[in-house]
């Protein structure tokens, strides 16, 4: 696990992230606006086995990473436009599906009740969710396990 106590040291969410990642906990995931050696955290991501796509914002990086499978999944799901691309880019994060679908309406005005957001990572649950606790436990021990 130093690969990941490295990834840490740069940004401890990266980390999270990459973990979760790696596990298959989350089929990809996505860092913006990285502010630190891409490079270095691409190789440290690589040796996780996971693929990587940079995409440089300035002197910043948005950072992809995942099975290439669902990067692909990710970028179909980025063409789409208005709620059925939230929906889809929720669907391609590995959020459930009652998640994905209830973010993508509050977007729009269409729900009031505002979604929980299961911290540190950016999965926002859908109220009184069934399928969230038990994916908040997985991310939860995930993490206890390493960091
Ligand atoms: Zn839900």
Do not use: W
Not at 105 to 123: A, Q, R
């Amino acid at each position: 696990m130093k690969d990941l106590e490295k990834l840490a040291k740069f940004d401890k969410k990266l980390a999270m992230l990459a973990l979760v990642t790696a596990e298959g906990i989350k089929p990809v995931s996505k860092i913006d606006s990285f502010d630190g050696p891409e490079e270095i955290v691409q190789h440290l991501l690589e040796d996780m086995g996971l693929c990587v796509e940079i995409k440089k914002q300035g002197c910043r990086s948005d950072i992809l990473f995942g099975k290439a499978s669902s990067i692909r999944k990710y970028h179909e799901a980025n063409e789409l436009r208005g709620k059925e691309r939230v929906y889809a880019l929720g669907i391609a994060f590995g959020y459930p599906d009652c998640c994905s679908k209830y973010f993508s309406e509050f977007l729009l005005g269409e729900k009031d009740e505002k979604p929980e957001k299961l911290s540190p990572l950016e999965h926002f649950s859908c109220p009184n969710c069934k399928v969230s606790p038990s994916l908040r436990k997985k991310y939860q021990e995930t993490m206890d396990l390493f960091i």
